[in-house]
């Protein structure tokens, strides 16, 4: 499977932006798909994943009610919606393609596909 991430770009505090990733090569339906993001000199972190069905979503604690993931399998695609974003927000973003264990969703190493990172910043 590959994935290709983008949407990523400068935006203000308490601006929008939409990241996707495509994917392709594989049967993209049954994946469940997650974002993580990395800053600068820190670890990947999880930010939200959404289950192969597409009827069970997590949240980031950080994230959780300003994110909202979304998929259309008829599209190969996994969206994040990100809204009042916050300086802290600024990572590289990337897409992630796997079947975790529910234990064990917000584990990087959980998955098996990774998108190449798209950049968010966001200014202060």
């Known amino acids: 499977v590959q994935l290709q991430a983008y949407g990523g770009g400068l935006v203000q505090a308490g601006g929008s932006l939409r990241l996707s990733c495509a994917a392709s090569?594989?049967?993209?339906?049954?994946?469940?798909m997650a974002w993580f993001r990395q800053a600068p000199g820190k670890e990947r972190e999880f930010v939200s994943t959404i289950r192969a069905s597409g009827g069970s979503t997590y949240y980031a604690d950080s994230v959780k009610g300003r994110f909202t993931i979304s998929r259309d399998n008829a599209e190969n695609t996994v969206y994040l919606q990100m809204n009042s974003l916050r300086p802290e927000d600024t990572a590289t973003y990337y897409c992630?393609?796997?079947?975790?264990?529910?234990?064990?969703?917000?584990?990087?190493?959980?998955?098996?596909?990774w998108g190449q990172g798209t950049l968010v910043t966001v200014s202060s």
């Open positions: 992630a393609a796997g079947r975790p264990i529910l234990s064990a969703i917000t584990t990087p190493q959980s998955y098996y596909y």
């Open positions: 090569g594989g049967t993209f339906s049954s994946y469940g």
